[in-house]
């Protein structure tokens, strides 16, 4: 087995309504506008014209990422792919903040403590989950379940979300929780991690996907 085959491909999903009015979004189902799914068919594009073709395909329980997936997996020709959906690969819950108008939260809460929300590894908004509460349900999943796929050889697709994304990203990337604070993912961002015999990281690839509508 070469270390390509060892290969994981990880997707913010499309654009959301959530997204296109700067709502803090979380557990909400926000469904796909139409550049969404644009980015999502584009993502699935780019991967195809890079040569990928995969083996199984995980994602979360919420409509904007299954239906990313969806996309991309028609546009690769594989719509048949085994998915796997799990809550554990679910956005994190913003609690109070979800449905809100970042303007909005700011106005109310003030800038600074809603950068921490957003932002910070630890800080916990009302009712709602911290980036660390994130990785503890997702991190564990991981481990179990996706990254065995990848070790034996199985090219894994991971469709899910900015804050759940970002706490993988700090685990494969060992990343402390001030390096986490500077990672942003945009909607339909690609993220190629290749894997050597031990389950290190061997190199990293990023691909962003430019869908602009008039």
């Given amino acids: 087995m070469t270390a390509t085959e060892r290969t994981l491909v990880l997707v913010r999903h499309g654009q959301s309504y959530d997204n296109q009015q700067d709502l803090f979004s979380g557990l909400r189902n ?3 506008t139409s550049q969404g799914v644009a980015e999502a068919i584009q993502a699935g594009h780019q991967l195809g ?14 409509t904007r990422a299954q239906r990313t997936l ?20 679910n956005e994190r819950d913003y609690g109070e903040l979800a449905g809100l108008n970042k303007e909005e ?9 809603v950068r921490l929300w957003r932002k910070s590894y630890d800080a916990v908004p009302p009712g709602g989950e911290s980036l660390a509460m994130t ?8 481990r179990r379940e996706i990254a065995p796929q990848v070790q034996e050889g199985r090219r894994t697709l991971v469709v899910a979300h900015g804050n759940s994304l970002r706490s993988l990203v700090m685990h494969l990337d060992g990343l402390s929780a001030e390096d986490v604070a500077e990672v942003h993912l945009a909607t339909s ?8 015999e031990a389950g290190a990281v061997l190199d990293k690839q990023s691909i962003l996907t430019d869908v602009r509508q008039n």
Avoid at 72 to 89: D, I, N, P
Avoid at 105 to 113: F, I, L, S
């Fill in 135 to 142: 990785a503890e349900r997702l991190v564990p999943y991981y």
């Fill in 30 to 32: 926000s469904d796909l």
């Fill in 70 to 89: 969806s996309l991309m997996l028609a546009e690769l020709g594989q719509s048949t792919l085994t998915v796997r959906r799990a809550g554990a690969l």
């Fill in 49 to 62: 014209k890079l040569g990928f073709c995969f083996d199984v395909a995980f994602t979360s329980e919420l």
């Fill in 105 to 113: 939260a700011r106005a109310r809460w003030g800038v600074q403590q």
């Fill in 189 to 196: 961002q690609i993220l190629v991690y290749r894997f050597d």
